[in-house]
């Protein structure tokens, strides 16, 4: 059985304690914090679940892109790993919406760092720190791109570089200094904020993180996002035959612990993701609401595009442009869409 299958999670399942309480969300630029226009990380599994080391080398095409994700000797950087990169994008959101001088250079005190993602602050909790540092800088990524017929194709890793600044007497790491590549920096300014909900960090199997993070993608503000068993199997990632996952996914439904969303299994082998009350509605942030439909409308306009990166990339022109008032967005969006399709 494969390693991310997720194992007794019914009526006996729990969520992780919450090690460090606060009333605070997490709000962070986390769903689209990936190279534009080269990959999304809620379309594409780039982060492995399993739980042993995977090096295995993971290759897969869209829209006409092949991708090709290559582990260290350590393994492919992990679900979990991917927590440093939530907590540092979240800091570059918090100085941006604060008119602080940015950089893609940070220096982090690892103990607020493994607070913020409820991680344990035990000396093992720093040992898996600098395990999945090292996971992350190991972890490369490369593509082919095609700009007026001429194909290129380039790679990058998830950071670029860390080190330990400080250590404590003991050993222990107390600050640490991180370069993100300068497409996740890029990629961070020009994305709209996301909330992601503190419990994600609580969620202790690597398929429930997954599927949470694809739910906050494509249900989003919507109140429902219905995609077939194969396709989830296949945006999760995971390397579990489909009759596994799709067993997983039942206990999943049962268990019912993401944050956010509930799962509902229909007719047809299908899953149905709900959005709970509890999701933080765009206007309650003062950001222009679109209507579901005028998404789907943008499809139409500029076929082949990722359309919430398109509605990822409006919303960082409105930000910039002093964030005027919409009285009209779904026509506002419309039209700038046509704009970027070249049919303006």
């Known amino acids: 059985m494969a390693a991310d299958t997720i194992r007794g999670a019914g009526t006996g399942a729990a969520l992780l304690p919450d090690r460090h309480p606060t009333a605070d969300f997490f709000v962070c630029d986390v769903f689209d914090a990936v190279p534009k ?7 594409h599994p780039i982060f492995s679940l399993a739980t042993r080391p995977d090096r295995r080398v993971l290759s897969y095409a869209h829209n006409g892109t092949e991708v090709q994700i290559t582990p260290s000797v ?4 992990t679900i979990h790993d991917k927590d440093i990169l939530i907590y540092c994008i979240s800091q570059l959101m918090a100085a941006l919406n604060a008119g602080r001088d940015l950089s893609r250079h940070l220096t982090l005190k690892a103990h607020d760092l493994l607070v913020a993602t409820n991680r344990d602050t035990s000396g093992d909790g720093y040992a898996r720190l600098r395990d999945s540092f090292e996971r992350l800088s190991g972890t490369r990524i490369t593509t082919n791109l095609s700009t007026g017929g001429t194909e290129t194709t380039r790679g990058f ?29 890029r990629a961070v300014l020009s994305k709209s904020v996301l909330t992601l909900n503190r419990d994600y960090f609580r969620l202790r199997k690597p398929l429930e993180r997954r599927v949470y993070e694809l739910a906050r993608k494509h249900c989003g503000r919507q109140a429902r996002w219905q995609v077939s068993m194969q396709v989830l199997h296949k945006k999760s990632g995971s390397a579990a035959p489909l009759r596994v996952f799709r067993a997983a996914i039942r206990r999943m439904v049962a268990a019912d612990l993401l944050p956010d969303y509930q799962l509902e299994e229909v007719s047809g082998d299908r899953i149905v993701v709900h959005r709970k009350d509890s999701v933080i509605e765009p206007r309650a942030l003062g950001m222009p609401v679109l209507d579901p439909d ?18 990822a990339d409006w ?26 399709a070249g049919k303006g």
Do not use: C
Not at 319 to 330: E, K, M, N, Q, V
């Open 315 to 340: 919303r960082a022109v409105w930000h910039a442009s002093g964030r005027p008032h919409l009285s009209r967005a779904d026509k506002a969006f419309l039209g700038w869409v046509r704009v970027q």
């Open 294 to 311: 005028t998404l789907e409308t943008a499809r139409t306009l500029y076929p082949g595009a990722d359309v919430y990166a398109l509605e």
């Open 74 to 77: 350590k393994g492919r950087a």
């Open 37 to 43: 226009d080269d990959l999304a990380s809620m379309e």
């Open 157 to 185: 890793g998830l950071i670029e570089s860390w080190e330990i600044v400080r250590k404590s007497r003991g050993g222990r790491m107390v600050s640490v200094s991180v370069t993100l590549s300068e497409w996740l920096y």
